[in-house]
């Protein structure tokens, strides 16, 4: 297994092109299920997860072409409404089917995702959401059969879920009548799932908003070019990174309106920050005020960033709490941030961080996606050499990571482990 050395203590500077939406790619992708046709998607980051959803969609029947972050997806052919445990252990998102399969086949077959690094990740919302439509669902085995024909109905989310929301879009998109999704999360990625669905001929009420209403269309029009939006996620935490190592930095195909908690909160911290419609330039001393966060459903700060963030609040220049409402259990990377030598403690889902002067450089271990992202962060900027072990997980969310920390200025390779 490769892992990633980083020489730490250097500041970035120059531009960076930032990718397409994992998250917003990801349940886009099982959208073309929904209509036979023949789609391209443009903008998608070449990552372990978009190559394992492409796998997926081939398993079902398709045909996925993915050449210079262009994806030709051809679904006329999909036949089998099935997504093993092989697949969808790997890669929570494969759930995404479920929504597209009921629409499409009035039948799903799909594996239960397991937890994760930092804990369970259940999927009460998706089923109770799909029963309430009129779907049957068993368990048999760990695989969960859904089918019957759907209808629409009033779906009221106890708790803000991207992943139901989504499914529960694409499984009312053919139902028969009206669908109202209220406490409907309101992510980038869902709004651009939502302009998908609106360009396949979906009637979809409510963008960008925590209601959403659908009429169920029987008749929908397959087969177009769609372009994904940027990952805010993969921005923020060049971002923050930027913040922790001191230099300035411009990211380019951002979407700066989709990080405002995030920047404000880095000018709290002490940085500069211009943008224009496609752009975020920064500029950090390395000055670091501490600053509470508390992570939250968007457009509140995003847990996806709470461990880039811990990286950051280590080296602030006084104490400061994080707590994620979202994932009471993730804080994995704590530990691993503990051996730069970050002071942390964790009572229930509130860590405290005591800000301390310098990282030293030292062997880590990824655990999940983000949690690597805020390791080769610390690494960046700490005094001496770093070893990130398990960098799998990062290439399943950050594309060539090391080659655009390396366009920056930072002392950063692959090697093989
Ligand atoms: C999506 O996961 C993202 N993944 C996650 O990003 C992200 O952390 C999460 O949303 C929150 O923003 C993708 O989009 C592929 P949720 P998802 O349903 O949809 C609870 C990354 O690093 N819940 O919004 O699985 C759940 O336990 C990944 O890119 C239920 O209780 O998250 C959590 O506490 C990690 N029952 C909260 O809701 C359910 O049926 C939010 O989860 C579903 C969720």
Known sequence: MDKIVINGGKPLNGEVIISGAK???????????????????????????????????EMIGGSVQFHNNSMQINTINCDKPVAPYELVKTMRASFYVLGPFMSRYNY????????????PRPVDFHLKALEAMGATISLERGNLISKGELHGAEID???????ATGNTLMAALKANGKTIINNAAC???????????SKLGGDIKGR??????????????????????????EAGTFLIGVALTGGEVTLRNVNPEHLGV??????????????????????????????????AAYPGFPTDLQAQWMALMCLASGDSTIIDDIYHDRFTHMAELSRFGANL??????????????????????????ASASLILAALAADGKSEISRIYHIDRGYENIELKLQGLGADIKRTKA
């Not at 046709?37 to 997860?49: A, M, W």
């Not at 799903?108 to 804990?119: Q, R």
């Not at 989310?157 to 991207?162: D, Q, R």
């Open 208 to 233: 960008d908003t925590t209601k959403l209403t659908i009429q169920g269309m029987p008749e929908l029009n397959g087969g177009f070019e769609y372009d994904i939006i940027p990952d805010r996620i």
């Open 23 to 57: 998250n917003a790619v990801l349940p886009i992708m099982t959208a073309c299920v929904i209509e036979p046709g023949k789609y391209t998607l443009n903008n998608v980051p070449d990552l372990r997860d978009t190559r394992t959803m492409g796998r997926l969609i």
């Open 157 to 163: 989310f106890e708790k803000v879920s991207v992943g």
């Open 108 to 119: 799903a077959e799909v594996s239960l995702p397991g937890g994760c690094a930092w804990g």
């Open 262 to 295: 995030v920047i404000s909160k880095l000018k709290e911290v002490g940085t500069d920050i211009q943008s224009d419609d496609n752009s975020i330039t920064i500029r950090s001393s390395k000055k670091i005020n501490p600053v509470d966060m508390t992570t």
């Open 345 to 370: 403690h964790l009572v229930d889902n509130v860590a405290s961080v005591k800000g301390i002067e310098k990282f030293y450089g030292a062997p880590v271990m990824s655990t999940d996606i983000r």
């Open 187 to 197: 992510e980038p990625d869902i709004t651009d799932l939502v302009d998908f669905l």
